[in-house]
């Protein structure tokens, strides 16, 4: 039998996160798409940071940007590479099937870090949003924690449904149903039964524990439920999109 | 007798109820170009996956240089290389840096100037800053190939790798496959083109209804089966071809 060459786990990750960073920064509209959207609510809603908080504003901006990178930036990049067969061409290579996963979500935890930090720079300079150096550092934990819940929601959407079209189609539509009901809801505008559905549901519950993050000494009993009910919607969403994947459209 | 560097024993393979490959065997040699035909829905695709390790066989073993690849699926996959039939690379990146990932991901060290030796290889050398789009149909499948190629595998597997190709660019991918053959690689290929199987192919493996109906050398099976009826009734100006007899034996009726 002859020498077999199986490269070091480290040099394909390195190979895979230098290929999957660059293909997220030439893909430049969802790239901007998915940092200018919180972005904007947040420069739009400085006229009523007095009356919601700048903790409240902080805090919805970053789920509503976890939300887009979860469904339309994780879940599309993933339906799409797949239907290409990007995926069966690396399963064919001596890659395991973890890697190339943990690469492609190393990418989204870095546009994560990304549109958090820019939330928070953008809330001081232009929204003169100030929070404690504890409340930023563990707001940024806890956004990688949120992003967890929707990067779950959108494996699970990619896994149901294979066709990338359909999951683009599906996931604008859950991302509008979730900002759209989410933020409204919140306010009451929706009436009390769908406030209450809001606040338990993955929006609600992660911009809850978002805002208790950002102000630590908010913290209570609700935040640490909703804190669990966000581990408990990541786990469900995880199981069932790992369950339901396959790595061909076809 | 030489160990084979691809040895298929007893494959089966099912989707559900339905049994795709059954009870599939045979052997790819160094040195050898193996075909494998069969009409559409034969069972090619479902012995290539199995063979690539893209699905489980219910029951058989596949070994790439006598590694299993259910056991030693990263041992197997390093010692194959995989031309699928899209040509299936993101298309945000560059030629340069599709060769440089996978190189990466087979354990090659490539600079700069071995990728442009890999692309002038091909007479791509223009084409490392352009994106896998911006390339035809032949110019696509030939960096496929050299992708596919660039650990030097032992085993070679091309899925129908001159679909869409003009006359030109598919005799330059047969002096490739060729090529790897007289350097003592294994190969092994799918085709529905008899004129390639015939061209190329020191053996053929026919497989339909998920079995192998037949296995042997392009010119054995001809004679084998110049004078079977079902060969006679599809023969066209009085000479029996590899296509004919492939229709003899698979039918020929138009499968969906």
């Known amino acids: 039998m002859m020498e077999t060459r199986i490269p070091k786990n480290s040099a394909v990750m390195a190979a895979l996160l230098r290929a999957d960073f660059t293909t997220l920064w030439r893909n430049r509209r969802s790239f901007r798409l998915v940092l200018i959207v919180p972005l904007i609510i947040l420069i739009s809603w400085k006229g009523l940071i007095d009356k919601l908080g700048g903790v409240f504003v902080l805090s919805s901006c970053i789920t509503i940007g976890l939300t887009s990178i979860g469904l339309m930036g994780y879940s599309n990049s993933i339906a799409r590479d797949r239907d290409r067969g990007v995926f069966q061409r690396l399963r064919v290579g001596p890659v395991s099937a973890w890697t190339i996963m943990i690469s492609r979500l190393s990418v989204q935890i870095a546009m994560i870090v990304l549109m958090t930090v820019l939330v928070f720079v953008v809330g001081y300079f232009v929204d003169h949003i100030q929070i404690s150096p504890i409340g930023y550092v563990a707001g940024l934990l806890m956004s990688m924690l949120g992003g967890a819940v929707y990067l779950g929601l959108g494996q699970a959407i990619v896994g149901r449904i294979k066709n990338p079209d359909t999951v683009n189609s599906t996931t604008r539509l859950v991302y509008f149903v979730f900002i759209m009901i989410g933020m409204f809801g919140e306010f009451g505008v929706l009436g009390e039964v769908i406030e209450k559905l809001v606040i338990w549901s993955p929006y609600g519950v992660v911009r809850k524990v978002l805002a208790a993050s950002l102000a630590p000494a908010t913290w209570n009993l609700e935040t640490t439920w909703a804190l669990l009910a966000s581990i408990g919607y990541t786990a469900v969403f995880v199981i069932l999109g790992v369950k339901w994947f396959k790595w061909e459209s076809k | ?256």
């Not at chain 2, 290389?81 to 899209?86: D, M, W």
């Not at chain 2, 035809?136 to 869409?164: A, F, K």
């Open chain 2, 1 to 256: 007798m030489p160990e084979p560097i691809l040895a298929v024993n007893g494959l089966n393979v099912s989707y559900g109820s339905f049994q795709a490959v059954k009870d599939v065997s045979f052997g790819v040699y160094g040195g050898e170009i193996f075909g494998l035909l069969g009409p559409n829905g034969a069972g090619k695709t479902s012995t290539l996956s199995a063979v690539e390790g893209l699905l489980h066989p219910v029951s058989g073993t596949v070994t790439v240089a006598g590694f299993d690849t259910r056991e030693k699926p990263l041992h197997a996959r390093a010692n194959m290389g995989v031309q699928l039939q899209a040509t299936s690379f993101q298309p945000e990146l560059t030629i340069a840096e599709i060769i440089r990932l996978f190189a990466s991901i087979y354990g090659v060290d490539l600079e700069d100037d071995a990728v442009k030796r890999k692309l002038a290889e091909i007479s791509l050398e223009e084409a490392a800053g352009k994106k896998i789009s911006q390339l035809s149909g032949g110019q696509q499948q030939r960096v496929s190939l050299v992708i596919s190629t660039i650990h030097d595998p032992q085993l070679v597997l091309l899925d129908e790798p001159t679909t869409g190709l003009d006359p030109q660019s598919r005799r330059q991918l047969w002096e490739r496959m060729e090529h790897f053959r007289n350097n003592g690689h294994a190969v092994l290929l799918t085709t529905h083109s008899m004129e390639e199987a015939e061209a190329v192919c020191d053996r053929i493996a026919i497989i339909d209804h998920g079995r192998i109906i037949a296995i042997d050398t392009p010119e054995a099976l001809i004679e084998k089966h110049r004078h079977d009826p079902e060969v006679l009734k599809v023969v066209r100006k009085g000479k029996v071809t590899l296509e004919d007899v492939f229709i003899g034996l698979t039918g020929t009726a138009v499968r969906p």
